[in-house]
């Protein structure tokens, strides 16, 4: 899909809230942001840049609604202009991506592609105002060894083009036998790249300089104690959680994503005799086992995100990894004996005909 963006500057009180009223609530939702005579369609990092440009945060629009709230910071900042970017894709959709501070540099969506494929950017996807990239640290792929399965080095960049927020690292192995891409998506496996007045040449000098020996380090620890660790049903409740809310919203292709699930970790409803695992409190979730080991679970999530996700609905099972991975896992060490690992988690026969293959 291609998609064109347009920047522009406006004030506040260039923008107009169009609201409609929702049929089975009764409740105003927001239809659109009319500027400049266009509906543009507003994404949620133009609320989340809104919130941080001026200073409010979103629980004011439960005492009052959007328009009332731009209105009142158009009387106090009249004069305040703010970058704003609109994306439009090849159907014609436009939508209000962000607003930020004219006098932050940016950079556009063309300039930041050829950065990434003239430094052998791999999987380059959009989405939502974000380029994400993956590349090889500059000590290169440093192939090794955990428990039979060979991975390699790999670090993933997001660079917003839409002047909102700034490029961020995160550390990533890849697993061969699978081409799967486990990422870690918390604060403890991220580097900030530092911006200054020419964003591209610190993007250059980020993707040919990049390399985190003791980052690379942590995270094997990590996934070499997630091997000898049983999962916890706390920690398959999360998993669960995040596929129930992917699957509702049909962002998954595999079309039996929770058998495979319930394969993996075993039925734990059955096993422990409730209907409802939540009727247990956390503390208990995090003492009783699942027949499955955190190495699974991360297998089983990195399938799902690599192979058969939309780009948002990947990144959001990444974090799952990034946080499952940060801390210590329930029951840490508690799998003595040694096991052999499935390659593959998701049966191919239950695939549909259009896997969303990243």
Same mark, same amino acid.
């Given at each position: 899909?291609?998609?064109?963006?347009?920047?522009?500057?406006?004030?506040?009180?260039?923008?107009?809230?169009?609201?409609?009223?929702?049929?089975?609530?009764? %409740?105003?939702?927001?239809?659109?942001?009319?500027?400049?005579?266009?509906?543009?369609?507003?994404?949620?990092?133009?609320?989340?840049?809104?919130?941080?440009?001026?200073?409010?945060?979103?629980?004011?629009?439960?005492?009052?609604?959007?328009?009332?709230?731009?209105?009142?910071?158009?009387? %106090?900042?009249?004069?305040?202009?703010?970058?704003?970017?609109?994306?439009?894709?090849?159907?014609?959709? %436009?939508?209000?991506?962000?607003?930020?501070?004219?006098?932050?540099?940016?950079?556009?969506?063309?300039?930041?592609?050829?950065?990434?494929?003239?430094?052998?950017?791999?999987?380059?996807?959009?989405?939502?105002?974000?380029?994400?990239?993956?590349?090889?640290?500059?000590?290169?792929?440093?192939?090794?060894?955990?428990?039979?399965?060979?991975?390699?080095?790999?670090?993933?960049?997001?660079?917003?083009?839409?002047?909102?927020?700034?490029?961020?690292?995160?550390?990533?192995?890849?697993?061969?036998?699978?081409?799967?891409?486990?990422?870690?998506?918390?604060?403890?496996?991220?580097?900030?790249?530092?911006?200054? %007045?020419?964003?591209?040449?610190?993007?250059?000098?980020?993707?040919?300089?990049?390399?985190?020996?003791?980052?690379?380090?942590?995270?094997?620890?990590?996934?070499?104690?997630?091997?000898?660790?049983?999962?916890?049903?706390?920690?398959?409740?999360?998993?669960?959680?995040?596929?129930?809310?992917?699957?509702?919203?049909?962002?998954?292709?595999?079309?039996?994503?929770?058998?495979?699930?319930?394969?993996?970790?075993?039925?734990?409803?059955?096993?422990?005799?409730?209907?409802?695992?939540?009727?247990?409190?956390?503390?208990?979730?995090?003492?009783?086992?699942?027949?499955?080991?955190?190495?699974?679970?991360?297998?089983?999530?990195?399938?799902?995100?690599?192979?058969?996700?939309?780009?948002?609905?990947?990144?959001?099972?990444?974090?799952?990894?990034?946080?499952?991975?940060?801390?210590?896992?329930?029951?840490?060490?508690?799998?003595?004996?040694?096991?052999?690992?499935?390659?593959?988690?998701?049966?191919?026969?239950?695939?549909?005909?259009?896997?969303?293959?990243?």
């Amino acid at each position: 899909m291609q998609w064109n963006f347009d920047y522009g500057y406006a004030r506040v009180n260039d923008f107009r809230v169009i609201t409609n009223k929702d049929a089975k609530t009764g %409740k105003s939702v927001i239809e659109a942001i009319e500027l400049d005579g266009q509906r543009l369609k507003p994404s949620s990092r133009f609320w989340k840049s809104m919130f941080m440009r001026f200073g409010f945060s979103e629980s004011v629009f439960r005492y009052f609604d959007h328009a009332e709230v731009l209105q009142r910071i158009a009387e %106090k900042a009249p004069s305040d202009l703010v970058r704003y970017c609109v994306e439009e894709d090849h159907f014609g959709t %436009k939508r209000l991506l962000s607003v930020s501070n004219p006098k932050r540099p940016t950079i556009t969506h063309e300039e930041v592609r050829g950065l990434l494929s003239g430094y052998e950017g791999m999987d380059i996807t959009y989405n939502e105002g974000v380029l994400t990239s993956t590349h090889r640290p500059r000590s290169g792929d440093c192939s090794f060894e955990i428990g039979g399965d060979e991975f390699k080095h790999r670090f993933v960049m997001e660079t917003p083009i839409d002047g909102f927020s700034q490029p961020r690292i995160f550390l990533s192995f890849l697993r061969m036998i699978c081409s799967n891409g486990a990422i870690g998506y918390s604060r403890a496996f991220r580097s900030d790249v530092s911006l200054g %007045k020419d964003i591209g040449h610190c993007i250059s000098r980020a993707l040919e300089s990049y390399d985190n020996g003791e980052g690379y380090a942590a995270l094997r620890q990590r996934f070499e104690s997630a091997q000898t660790s049983w999962a916890s049903l706390h920690e398959c409740n999360q998993l669960y959680k995040n596929l129930a809310k992917l699957e509702q919203q049909r962002a998954i292709s595999s079309n039996n994503v929770m058998s495979d699930f319930h394969r993996v970790t075993g039925r734990l409803h059955e096993i422990y005799g409730l209907s409802n695992l939540d009727a247990l409190s956390e503390k208990r979730q995090r003492i009783l086992p699942a027949k499955c080991r955190i190495y699974d679970l991360i297998n089983f999530a990195s399938e799902i995100a690599t192979h058969y996700s939309r780009n948002e609905s990947g990144r959001n099972l990444q974090a799952y990894i990034g946080s499952l991975i940060s801390d210590e896992y329930d029951m840490e060490g508690t799998a003595t004996d040694t096991t052999e690992f499935s390659d593959f988690f998701i049966e191919p026969t239950v695939a549909t005909a259009d896997p969303l293959l990243n």
